[in-house]
């Protein structure tokens, strides 16, 4: 299994960013895929997942308005496209599938299977 996010980088409050995923080894189209993040200090946190086929999706109220989670199936790949950025929203993002198909938790320790990590840094 690997998951790879690409992405990240340096914006301005208010500005927008779209992270990817790329996933591979698995039977992608049958996971539920998240997205958290963690900041500096902090613990790691849900930010938005998607159902398998994509048909429904859960969000962070932090984030919710501003971000919003996609994924094709036919790339193997997950979405997160982030909009209003603020200086709040500094943090490393991994995008993370569960220990099974069809499986969905809020916990973080559910999770067997994350990416590296894109860095996100919103500041002037």
């Known amino acids: 299994v690997q998951l790879v996010e690409s992405g990240g980088g340096l914006v301005q409050p208010g500005g927008s960013l779209r992270l990817s995923c790329a996933a591979s080894?698995?039977?992608?189209?049958?996971?539920?895929m998240s997205w958290y993040r963690q900041a500096p200090g902090k613990e790691r946190e849900l930010v938005a997942a998607i159902t398998s086929a994509g048909g429904l999706t859960n969000y962070a109220d932090s984030v919710k308005g501003r971000f919003t989670i996609s994924r094709d199936n036919a790339k193997n790949t997950v979405y997160l496209q982030m909009n209003g950025l603020k200086p709040e929203d500094t943090a490393v993002y991994y995008c993370?599938?569960?220990?099974?198909?069809?499986?969905?938790?809020?916990?973080?320790?559910?999770?067997?299977?994350w990416g590296q990590g894109t860095q996100v840094t919103v500041s002037t």
């Open positions: 993370a599938a569960p220990r099974r198909p069809y499986y969905y938790s809020t916990s973080s320790a559910e999770y067997d299977y």
């Open positions: 080894g698995f039977t992608f189209s049958r996971y539920i």
